[in-house]
Protein backbone atom coordinates (compact mmCIF):
# COMPACT_ATOMS: atom_id res chain seq x y z
CA UNK A 1 0.00 0.00 0.00
CA UNK A 2 1.16 3.53 -1.06
CA UNK A 3 1.52 6.04 1.44
CA UNK A 4 2.68 9.59 1.09
CA UNK A 5 3.11 12.47 4.12
CA UNK A 6 3.94 15.90 3.85
CA UNK A 7 5.27 18.23 6.81
CA UNK A 8 6.90 21.45 7.57
CA UNK A 9 4.11 23.45 6.31
CA UNK A 10 3.04 26.61 8.81
CA UNK A 11 2.81 30.14 8.95
CA UNK A 12 5.40 32.50 7.66
CA UNK A 13 6.12 36.36 6.70
CA UNK A 14 7.36 37.16 3.36
CA UNK A 15 10.72 36.82 2.76
CA UNK A 16 10.61 33.54 5.18
CA UNK A 17 12.15 29.91 4.28
CA UNK A 18 10.22 26.68 4.58
CA UNK A 19 11.41 22.87 4.14
CA UNK A 20 8.83 20.73 2.94
CA UNK A 21 8.99 16.90 3.54
CA UNK A 22 7.46 13.91 2.03
CA UNK A 23 7.78 10.62 3.49
CA UNK A 24 6.72 8.18 0.57
CA UNK A 25 6.39 4.07 1.56
CA UNK A 26 5.19 1.47 -0.63
CA UNK A 27 7.02 2.71 -3.89
CA UNK A 28 9.85 1.49 -5.46
CA UNK A 29 12.12 4.49 -5.36
CA UNK A 30 14.04 4.10 -8.59
CA UNK A 31 10.77 4.29 -11.26
CA UNK A 32 8.54 7.04 -9.99
CA UNK A 33 8.68 10.45 -10.55
CA UNK A 34 7.72 12.53 -7.09
CA UNK A 35 6.14 16.04 -7.48
CA UNK A 36 4.88 19.09 -5.87
CA UNK A 37 2.00 20.75 -6.00
CA UNK A 38 -0.21 23.84 -4.78
CA UNK A 39 -3.92 24.60 -4.63
CA UNK A 40 -5.01 28.28 -3.27
CA UNK A 41 -8.49 28.07 -2.28
CA UNK A 42 -10.88 27.89 -5.53
CA UNK A 43 -7.68 27.40 -7.75
CA UNK A 44 -6.66 24.74 -9.79
CA UNK A 45 -3.85 22.46 -8.57
CA UNK A 46 -0.90 23.46 -10.30
CA UNK A 47 2.78 21.58 -10.25
CA UNK A 48 5.36 23.30 -8.31
CA UNK A 49 8.68 20.93 -8.74
CA UNK A 50 8.92 17.46 -9.82
CA UNK A 51 11.97 15.40 -9.52
CA UNK A 52 12.38 12.24 -11.60
CA UNK A 53 15.83 10.11 -11.31
CA UNK A 54 17.23 8.38 -14.74
CA UNK A 55 20.01 6.14 -13.87
CA UNK A 56 22.69 8.06 -12.25
CA UNK A 57 20.94 11.51 -13.13
CA UNK A 58 18.76 13.34 -11.39
CA UNK A 59 16.48 15.75 -13.64
CA UNK A 60 14.05 19.01 -12.18
CA UNK A 61 11.89 21.29 -13.20
CA UNK A 62 10.10 23.97 -11.97
CA UNK A 63 7.00 26.32 -12.04
CA UNK A 64 8.01 29.79 -13.66
CA UNK A 65 6.66 31.36 -10.36
CA UNK A 66 9.53 29.76 -7.97
CA UNK A 67 12.27 29.10 -10.36
CA UNK A 68 15.59 30.55 -7.78
CA UNK A 69 13.14 30.22 -5.44
CA UNK A 70 12.67 26.86 -4.71
CA UNK A 71 14.97 23.97 -4.80
CA UNK A 72 13.08 20.22 -4.79
CA UNK A 73 15.76 16.80 -4.15
CA UNK A 74 15.55 13.68 -2.71
CA UNK A 75 16.95 11.36 -0.31
CA UNK A 76 18.97 8.35 -2.70
CA UNK A 77 19.15 6.06 -0.35
CA UNK A 78 15.53 6.51 0.99
CA UNK A 79 12.07 8.07 1.07
CA UNK A 80 12.04 11.20 1.29
CA UNK A 81 11.57 14.22 -0.92
CA UNK A 82 11.83 17.62 0.01
CA UNK A 83 10.69 21.05 -1.18
CA UNK A 84 13.22 23.83 0.02
CA UNK A 85 10.76 27.40 -0.35
CA UNK A 86 13.43 30.38 0.27
CA UNK A 87 11.84 34.21 -0.02
CA UNK A 88 8.29 32.79 0.17
CA UNK A 89 5.95 35.32 -1.25
CA UNK A 90 2.20 35.91 -0.41
CA UNK A 91 1.25 34.68 -3.27
CA UNK A 92 2.86 31.03 -2.44
CA UNK A 93 0.06 30.48 0.42
CA UNK A 94 -1.22 27.29 -0.40
CA UNK A 95 -1.53 23.90 0.23
CA UNK A 96 1.15 21.57 -0.84
CA UNK A 97 0.99 18.41 -1.59
CA UNK A 98 3.05 15.39 -2.41
CA UNK A 99 2.98 12.66 -5.34
CA UNK A 100 3.68 10.29 -7.23
CA UNK A 101 3.62 8.66 -10.56
CA UNK A 102 5.11 5.60 -12.36
CA UNK A 103 7.45 6.55 -15.06
CA UNK A 104 8.22 10.09 -16.49
CA UNK A 105 7.57 13.15 -14.58
CA UNK A 106 4.68 15.21 -16.11
CA UNK A 107 3.57 18.90 -14.75
CA UNK A 108 -0.20 17.65 -14.86
CA UNK A 109 -1.61 16.25 -12.11
CA UNK A 110 -3.99 14.37 -13.32
CA UNK A 111 -0.90 12.10 -14.77
CA UNK A 112 -0.31 11.34 -11.37
CA UNK A 113 -1.55 8.45 -9.11
CA UNK A 114 -0.61 8.85 -5.53
CA UNK A 115 -1.30 11.83 -3.36
CA UNK A 116 -0.46 12.77 -0.05
CA UNK A 117 -2.87 14.94 2.54
CA UNK A 118 -1.38 18.06 2.14
CA UNK A 119 0.71 20.70 4.34
CA UNK A 120 -0.71 24.31 4.64
CA UNK A 121 1.44 26.82 3.49
CA UNK A 122 0.04 30.72 4.90
CA UNK A 123 2.59 33.82 3.93
CA UNK A 124 1.59 36.97 5.10
CA UNK A 125 2.83 40.33 3.83
Known amino acids: QVHLVESGGGSVQTGSSLRLLCDFS????????MGWFHQAPQKEREAVATIDRGGSTTYTDYADSVKGRFTVSRDPAGNMVYLQMNNLKPEDTAKYYC????????????????WGQGTQVTVSS
Open 99 to 114: AARYGVCSDSPRNFRY
Open 26 to 33: GLHYSGYC
